[in-house]
């Protein structure tokens, strides 16, 4: 691949009134629309400007590390004795994860439409890491909203964005988690409206997010095609990633999509079993509803109460899914499936130990759907499964998990 073309933005048309298919659309107050207007303007034409893409790619490669590679897991294709498993590692990306390719593309495009502050929400941390990151990069100052509840469990990446420059804001209302956090984010930008960019984290929420987050983490998929073609020597049977807002799963699927032979898999958070209650499989267990702005599948009770969802892994834990996903599900396009809890353990131990890399929780769970599928098909397909990030923020996670007696060699990693 040449330089100029590693890293560039891609660009798709936004859909049609911000649907897909049924799906999407801005179910907003009046208050928020001036702002959505004035991004849905921007953003398409600041992606279609060479001068943006050419600036955007630089940064990409140069400060965020693009394009990553695209690595043949021998020794899991291996043990899981059948197609071969190729990993399009976003985990080696600037902060350890494919988000800072839409933070990054985000601050960017805030800068250029004027704005002189960003907001932000923030679950994991994750998030607001990466776009605390991009606000020090473009010397922006940057508000995250955060649930007091995750501030305590998430200590280490409250200290990164302080480091960073970034004020964490507590959110102590509702269950003081993520949902609570986007409100009081979405309360901000909508009173500051005219100087603040409100920096949203996967392909969620009112149109033009879906579409600009889509477009900004399409390079994913563009770059693991070419690398697929060029290195692997043709294009996956099938490509794998997980799904908790559907970003990084997005991303690496638009570089496929028209691809007709090449099938599409969604990895949930099947959580402690679907038949529990405890998981996070929008996809799999939920029906269309409101969230966020957008209508989508959700996980809801018979009133069209959000319901409590459970993931071992922070990044699968949310009711909700970007609407294209539901659009994708309902075509039959990509098919979803859910990964318990354990299965992501084992196969985050599995991946350690044959590969000498650490996954991330929400990886796992597309690694363990990966490596089953693989065993059913033959020495000659592909696999590729997006590697979206790195697992050193989920150790103490692990190692409490392990210590409950789910360790290692319960399932013969
Ligand atoms: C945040 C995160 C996810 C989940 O977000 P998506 O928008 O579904 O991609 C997955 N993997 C990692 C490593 C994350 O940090």
Request: charged share 25%; aromatic share 0%; proline share 0%.
């Given at each position: 691949m040449t330089e100029v073309e590693a890293g560039a933005p891609v660009l798709v048309p936004p859909p049609p009134r911000g649907r897909f298919g049924a799906f999407g659309g801005q179910f907003v107050p009046e208050t928020v629309m001036p702002a959505l207007d004035e991004l849905a303007a921007a953003a398409p034409a600041a992606l279609a400007d060479p001068g943006f893409q050419a600036e955007l790619g630089r940064l990409l490669r140069t400060y965020a590390g693009r394009p990553t590679p695209t690595y043949f897991a021998e020794r899991l294709t291996a043990h899981h004795g059948g197609a071969q498993l190729w990993l399009k590692r976003e985990d080696l990306l600037h902060t350890g994860a494919h988000k800072l390719n839409n933070a990054l593309g985000q601050v960017f495009l805030a800068r250029r439409m004027g704005k002189r502050r960003i907001v932000a929400e923030t679950g994991a941390g994750q998030h607001g890491v990466a776009t605390a990151t991009a606000c020090a990069r473009f010397d922006l100052p940057c508000v995250v909203y955060m649930g007091v509840e995750d501030m305590e469990r998430q200590a280490m990446n409250v200290s990164r964005m302080r480091l960073l420059g970034a004020t964490v804001e507590p959110v102590a209302s509702g269950s003081a988690t993520l949902k609570d956090a986007t409100s009081a984010a979405i309360r901000d930008w909508t009173t500051h409206v005219a100087d603040t960019h409100y920096v949203i984290g996967s392909v969620v929420g009112p149109h033009p997010y879906p579409w600009l987050v889509r477009t900004l983490q399409a390079v994913i998929g563009v770059e693991a095609r070419r690398q697929m073609l060029a290195e692997a020597g043709g294009l996956p049977h099938t490509v794998v990633a997980c799904v908790g807002g559907g970003s990084n799963a997005i991303g690496i699927f638009a570089g496929f999509l028209?691809?007709?032979?090449v099938r599409l898999l969604g990895v949930e958070a099947g959580g402690l079993g679907l038949a529990s209650g405890h998981h996070a499989a929008t996809l799999g267990a939920g029906r269309p509803g409101v969230l966020h702005g957008a209508l989508s599948f959700l996980l809801q009770d018979a009133d069209g109460q959000v319901q409590p969802t459970h993931s071992i892994s922070a990044g699968l834990d949310y009711p909700g899914v970007g609407p294209e996903h539901s659009q994708l599900k309902a075509s039959g396009r990509a098919s979803y499936t859910a990964v318990e809890d354990r299965q992501a353990l084992a196969a985050f131990h599995r991946c350690a130990r044959l590969e000498g890399l650490l996954p991330a929780l929400e990886t796992a769970h597309a690694l363990a759907a990966a490596g089953e599928l693989a065993g059913t098909l033959p020495a000659d397909a592909r696999v590729l499964v997006s590697f979206s990030g790195r697992g050193d923020k989920d150790l103490d996670t692990v190692l409490a998990a392990d210590a409950a007696g789910a360790g290692p060699d319960r399932e013969g990693a």
């Open positions: 028209s691809d007709g032979g």
